[in-house]
């Protein structure tokens, strides 16, 4: 099929991917005056007197705004907030169909950081959650920031944080399968952008301690040239300083993770890592190293952001089960504890038996994900005192 070319046509015949369905009857004048005037006067008071009942009395408990300015779209770059809104559509579709969540679609015109997090901040009060979709780096960090430190409701950017769950939890089954520890792998990161920087830091929560973080510049370190998130990660990754291009970096690691550009990593590369390496080519939709040449010259795991090849690794095993549990226990944050429980909720998923080399996390599909991923992300939300149920 011409993925392209389908799609486009269908598209044109859907005329929007999502539509809003009435959850309550309006055929006469009793159900009017119940869901419309004057019944409806009654729990406004209510609200009025008791803000959390806003979560009881509307739908607010379960609706997520899906926000983006249009910047970092896919991979197509700053396209602009109204040509984002096809993906925006499908990722509410996504939390729908895997989620039971709710989600709106919200294109914001402007790329200046205090207004667009004033914007969100102003409407924040109609939503359970905030999951902010493809905004440009550095500036998804400070908006991200800036919204944490003043909503009372979940903000989560899933190009940084849904990505680094699931590469996480392929990361914890990929090591289980070659024998290695977390704390004792040589693990490069190529890509500095949103997307590195959130895996970076959630596999240094996980137990990773020797990390080299590498962009177009060379590895992390002093003298090259950082913008202040990629300084701060340049800090606490890289301890002996090291410095050079991707292939230096690769030189004798276990893992090599891409979230960057197509075909830069060649065999020579992947034959001078470690044994049994674990390689990880996510650029989107060409990897760094196509998969068959990755485990012709040696690696042992090989997993993609594809899903025409083993081991996707997709976003989709994350988010809706990640707000469900969220918006389950009304959590007012998503925090480091609950990103941790979701990954190893998500790699307990494949069992001894099932797990090998092309089986590292459970398929986009089962439907044991969502509901898996949400109690655990619940739990960990009680337990570190977000949870307000």
């Not at 792998?185 to 929560?205: Q, T």
């Not at 196509?290 to 040696?298: F, I, N, R, T, V």
């Amino acid at each position: 099929m011409n993925y392209a070319e389908e799609s486009l046509k269908l598209h044109g015949e859907w005329n929007g991917k999502i539509e809003v369905i009435s959850r309550v009857p309006v055929s006469n004048k009793d159900e009017l005056s119940l869901a419309y005037t004057p019944g409806v006067a009654a729990p406004c008071l209510e609200i009025q007197k008791d803000y959390d009942k806003s979560f009881t009395l509307t739908r607010r408990s379960n609706l997520v705004a899906v926000i983006t300015d249009g910047t970092a779209v896919l991979g197509l770059g700053d396209i602009g907030p109204e040509a984002g809104m096809p993906v925006m559509e499908g990722k509410c579709a996504l939390f729908k169909a895997f989620g039971d969540v709710d989600a709106f679609p919200i294109c914001i015109r402007s790329k200046d950081v205090d207004e667009i997090v004033r914007t969100i901040y102003l409407i924040s009060g109609s939503f359970g959650g905030i999951n902010l979709e493809d905004i440009a780096a550095p500036r998804c960090f400070e908006i991200e920031r800036k919204l944490k430190e003043i909503c009372d409701i979940p903000i989560f950017h899933d190009d940084q944080h849904g990505t680094a769950i699931v590469v996480g939890a392929a990361l914890i089954n990929a090591l289980r399968v070659v024998g290695k520890e977390i704390s004792d792998v040589k693990v490069v990161i190529n890509g500095a952008g949103s997307a590195g920087i959130a895996i970076g830091k959630h596999l240094m929560a996980l137990g990773v301690t020797h990390l080299k973080m590498v962009d177009k510049n060379g590895i992390l370190c002093e003298g090259v040239e950082m913008n202040p998130e990629q300084a701060e990660m340049a800090a606490v990754t890289n301890p002996e300083k090291f410095s050079g291009k991707i292939a230096d970096a690769l030189k004798g690691a276990d893992v090599f993770i891409g979230v960057s550009a197509p075909h830069i990593v060649s065999k020579e590369m992947i034959r001078s890592m470690a044994p049994d390496a674990v390689v990880f080519p996510m650029a989107n939709p060409v990897p760094e190293i196509e998969p068959e040449d990755a485990k012709e010259a040696g690696a042992a795991i090989v997993g993609t952001g594809r899903s025409d090849h083993p081991n996707q690794i997709n976003n989709v095993l994350v988010f809706p089960g990640l707000f469900r549990g969220a918006l389950d226990v009304r959590a007012k944050d998503i925090n480091q504890e609950m990103k941790v429980a979701a990954s190893y909720a998500l790699s307990g998923m494949v069992s001894p038996e099932e797990l090998n080399r092309e089986y590292i996390l459970p398929a986009a599909f089962d439907k044991r994900v969502g509901p898996t991923v949400a109690a655990a992300v619940a739990q960990a939300a009680r337990d570190t005192g977000v949870a307000r149920l």
